[in-house]
C-alpha cells in the first residue's frame, strides 16, 4: 500500500493550489487525476482575472501550476479514485494505482457541463452539441452557432466563438444575464453575437449526421451548424456520501475547507461557494492544505 501524508483527488487550480502549500510545508503529497493537470482550466481560451499574470490562457496558467507543484516535490499522476473510507485516524482510498493511505485527503474533483435534456442533445452530442467552445469551436470556422445559457461561461464562450463563426446567437432563459457586467458590456459591442432573451430551447433538429437548426419555446427556430451549451455546471461529488453537501450535491466545509468528516477537506468547485473562478479554486486549495496541516498536527498523526 502506498502512504502519504496528503493525498488531493483531481488536478484542476483547486488541487493544485492544495497540493503546492501542502508540499511546501514538508508534507509527502500525492494528486491523481484521471485526465492529469489542469482540470476546467483546459476549456478556458483567455483568462484575464487571475491577479498579476494579465491575459492567459487556461492551459498556460496550468502548465505554470504543474511546474510549481513538481519544483516543491508534488507527485502527480493519472489516475481515478475509486473510493475513500476513513479507517481509525487515516484514510484507505481505492485508486488506480492501488491502494493509497493518507493522513489527509483534499477532495478538488471540480464540477461537470449540466445538460439542457432537450430532444435531440444526446443524439447531436458531437455531431454539433459541444460543452467546450475551445475544444469544438475551430469546427464552426465561419458557421451559424447558437450558445444556450446567460452566466460568465456563455458570455466568454460567446465572444470567443464570435472570432471564429459567422453568427454567435446567445439564447438565455431569463430578461437578464447572469454574467458580469464587464462581460455583458463586451458582447454588446461585438457586431455578430445577437441575443434573444426570455426563451428556452425545447429541441436541437438535425438531419442525423448533423445539428442543422434550434427549435424554442413558442414554436420559432434558429438555424445553427452547432448549439454550444454552457448553462453551468453540477458538482463531482459522489465519491464521498456521508459528509454534508447542499441539495445540489456541492459539499459543505467550513472556513479551513474541511468537510464534516474530519481529515476531509473540499476545493474549488466541488464545494458548496457563492463564486467560482480560477483564483477561488486556488485560494480554497491553500485553505484546505493549511487545514491538512492544521489536522495533522492536531491530531499528532
Ligand atoms: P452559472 O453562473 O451557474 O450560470 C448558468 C447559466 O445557465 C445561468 O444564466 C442560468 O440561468 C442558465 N441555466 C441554468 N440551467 C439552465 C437550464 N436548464 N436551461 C437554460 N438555462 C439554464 O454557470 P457558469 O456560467 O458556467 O459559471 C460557473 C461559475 O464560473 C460562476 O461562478 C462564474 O462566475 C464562473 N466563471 C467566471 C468566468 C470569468 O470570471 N471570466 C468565466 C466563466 C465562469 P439563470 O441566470 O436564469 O439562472
Given at each position: 500500500m502506498k ?6 483527488v483531481?488536478?484542476?487550480p ?5 497540493a503546492?502549500?501542502g508540499a511546501?510545508?514538508?508534507?509527502s503529497?500525492?494528486v491523481?487525476d484521471?485526465m492529469?493537470p ?7 481560451d483567455a483568462?484575464?482575472n487571475?491577479p498579476?499574470?494579465?491575459?492567459t490562457?487556461g492551459y498556460?496558467?496550468?502548465e505554470a501550476m504543474?511546474k510549481?507543484?513538481?519544483?516543491f516535490?508534488?507527485e502527480?499522476?493519472?489516475g481515478?479514485v475509486?473510493s ?5 485516524n487515516l484514510f484507505?482510498s481505492q ?6 493511505e493518507?493522513?489527509?485527503v483534499?477532495?478538488?474533483t471540480?464540477a461537470?457541463?449540466r445538460?439542457l435534456?432537450?430532444?435531440g442533445e444526446?443524439e447531436?452530442?458531437g455531431k454539433?452539441v459541444?460543452?467546450?467552445a475551445t ?15 446567460g452566466?460568465?461561461?456563455?458570455l466568454?464562450?460567446a465572444l470567443y466563438?464570435?472570432?471564429l463563426?459567422s ?9 437578464e444575464?447572469r ?6 458590456d ?7 453575437i445577437?441575443t434573444v432573451?426570455g426563451?428556452?430551447i425545447?429541441?436541437?433538429?438535425g438531419d ?11 414554436g420559432?427556430t434558429?438555424?445553427a451548424?452547432g448549439?454550444?451549451v ?9 465519491l464521498?456520501?456521508r459528509i454534508?453537501?447542499?441539495e445540489?450535491?456541492?459539499?459543505v466545509?467550513d472556513?479551513s475547507?474541511e468537510?464534516t468528516?474530519?481529515g ?5 468547485d466541488?464545494r458548496?461557494t457563492?463564486?467560482?473562478?480560477v483564483?477561488?479554486?486556488a485560494?480554497?486549495?491553500?485553505k484546505?492544505?493549511?487545514?491538512a496541516?492544521e ?6 498523526l
Amino acid at each position: 500500500m502506498k502512504k502519504v501524508d496528503i493525498l488531493i483527488v483531481g488536478a484542476g487550480p483547486g488541487g493544485m493550489s492544495a497540493a503546492q502549500y501542502g508540499a511546501r510545508a514538508g508534507y509527502s503529497t500525492l494528486v491523481l487525476d484521471p485526465m492529469g493537470p489542469g482540470g476546467q482550466l483546459l476549456y478556458i481560451d483567455a483568462i484575464e482575472n487571475y491577479p498579476g499574470l494579465g491575459e492567459t490562457s487556461g492551459y498556460l496558467l496550468s502548465e505554470a501550476m504543474e511546474k510549481q507543484c513538481a519544483s516543491f516535490g508534488v507527485e502527480m499522476d493519472y489516475g481515478a479514485v475509486s473510493s475513500i473510507s476513513k479507517e481509525g485516524n487515516l484514510f484507505v482510498s481505492q485508486t488506480d494505482i492501488g491502494e493509497v493511505e493518507s493522513k489527509a485527503v483534499i477532495l478538488a474533483t471540480g464540477a461537470s457541463h449540466r445538460h439542457l435534456g432537450v430532444k435531440g442533445e444526446e443524439e447531436y452530442r458531437g455531431k454539433g452539441v459541444s460543452y467546450c467552445a475551445t475544444c469544438d469551436g475551430p469546427f464552426f470556422r465561419g458557421k451559424k452557432v447558437v450558445v444556450a445559457g446567460g452566466g460568465d461561461t456563455a458570455l466568454t464562450d460567446a465572444l470567443y466563438l464570435s472570432k471564429l463563426c459567422s453568427t454567435v446567437t446567445i439564447v438565455h432563459r431569463r430578461e437578464e444575464f447572469r454574467a458580469q457586467k464587464a462581460l455583458q458590456d463586451k458582447i454588446a459591442k461585438v457586431g455578430n453575437i445577437s441575443t434573444v432573451m426570455g426563451r428556452n430551447i425545447v429541441e436541437i433538429k438535425g438531419d442525423g449526421s448533423s445539428v442543422k437548426e434550434v427549435v424554442l419555446d413558442g414554436g420559432e427556430t434558429i438555424e445553427a451548424d452547432g448549439v454550444f451549451v454552457f448553462i453551468g455546471t453540477v458538482p463531482n461529488s459522489s465519491l464521498v456520501e456521508r459528509i454534508a453537501k447542499t441539495e445540489n450535491g456541492f459539499v459543505v466545509t467550513d472556513d479551513s475547507m474541511e468537510t464534516t468528516l474530519p481529515g476531509l477537506f473540499a476545493s474549488g468547485d466541488v464545494r458548496n461557494t457563492t463564486f467560482r473562478q480560477v483564483v477561488t479554486a486556488a485560494s480554497d486549495g491553500a485553505k484546505a492544505a493549511h487545514g491538512a496541516d492544521e489536522y495533522i498536527r492536531k491530531n499528532n498523526l
